[in-house]
């Protein structure tokens, strides 16, 4: 038995060439757990705060924020498939209040899974996803300036702060797929029981 799935694109904003990846989610999945995929998609760390802006409404962690923000829902408690039933096809995530990469999450299409797949699956996707705490936009593109130019004065400092060197136009395709892999591993169990009807033995 399949279960329905959206197939997503994942763009970052503000950033040419554009960096984007595309996954197949279960429409069950929630807000949380889509953050999470998303994470593994475009590699970034789950290393800052984070929120989905849909239509007026912020959705997220609520114990994460003990500053004053706008009133955040829980992502925990939307499913992706609610969201595209009250007709939303187009919201934002956001990662990294400092950085502020916000995320550009498009609905593709909806349609049944394929009964031998697990969910969610890794797509397609191109460029690399900018290092954590490169300091935004601003920062990536300065921080590529330095890094692909031998001859420039923070060439070697760029370098040294990354770990080596950084080619933007390629990514992990594998690890890609391998990361969201671990959450349909993690969904593995529940969805067998949920298909089968069964449950397992309280202890």
């Given at each position: 038995?399949?279960?329905?799935?959206?197939?997503?694109?994942?763009?970052?904003?503000?950033?040419?060439?554009?960096?984007?990846?595309?996954?197949?989610?279960?429409?069950?999945?929630?807000?949380?757990?889509?953050?999470?995929?998303?994470?593994?998609?475009?590699?970034?760390?789950?290393?800052?705060?984070?929120?989905?802006?849909?239509?007026d409404r912020i959705y997220?962690?609520?114990?994460?924020?003990?500053?004053?923000?706008?009133?955040?829902?829980?992502?925990?408690?939307?499913?992706?498939?609610?969201?595209?039933?009250?007709?939303?096809?187009?919201?934002?995530?956001?990662?990294?209040?400092?950085?502020?990469?916000?995320h550009d999450v498009i609905?593709?299409?909806?349609?049944?899974?394929?009964?031998?797949?697990?969910?969610?699956?890794?797509?397609?996707?191109?460029?690399?996803?900018?290092?954590?705490?490169?300091?935004?936009?601003?920062?990536?593109?300065?921080?590529?300036?330095?890094?692909?130019?031998?001859?420039?004065?923070?060439?070697?400092?760029?370098?040294?702060?990354?770990?080596?060197?950084?080619?933007?136009?390629?990514?992990?395709?594998?690890?890609?797929?391998?990361?969201?892999?671990?959450?349909?591993?993690?969904?593995?169990?529940?969805?067998?029981?949920?298909?089968?009807?069964?449950?397992?033995?309280?202890?």
């Amino acid at each position: 038995m399949s279960e329905r799935i959206a197939r997503l694109r994942i763009e970052l904003q503000d950033v040419e060439p554009k960096i984007w990846r595309r996954v197949d989610v279960p429409l069950s999945m929630t807000l949380a757990v889509l953050h999470e995929a998303i994470q593994m998609a475009m590699h970034w760390r789950f290393s800052h705060l984070w929120r989905f802006e849909i239509g007026d409404r912020i959705y997220g962690d609520p114990s994460d924020y003990w500053y004053d923000l706008p009133k955040t829902y829980k992502a925990k408690a939307l499913q992706l498939g609610t969201v595209i039933a009250r007709g939303t096809d187009q919201f934002v995530y956001l990662y990294d209040f400092g950085d502020n990469w916000r995320h550009d999450v498009i609905v593709e299409e909806v349609c049944d899974g394929d009964p031998a797949t697990e969910y969610p699956a890794f797509v397609d996707g191109a460029r690399r996803c900018p290092p954590e705490d490169v300091g935004g936009t601003g920062g990536f593109m300065e921080f590529l300036e330095a890094i692909q130019d031998p001859m420039h004065e923070e060439h070697h400092e760029m370098l040294v702060w990354n770990g080596g060197p950084f080619d933007p136009s390629t990514f992990e395709e594998i690890g890609t797929y391998y990361s969201l892999n671990q959450i349909a591993k993690r969904r593995r169990g529940p969805l067998a029981s949920h298909r089968s009807g069964s449950r397992r033995p309280k202890r």
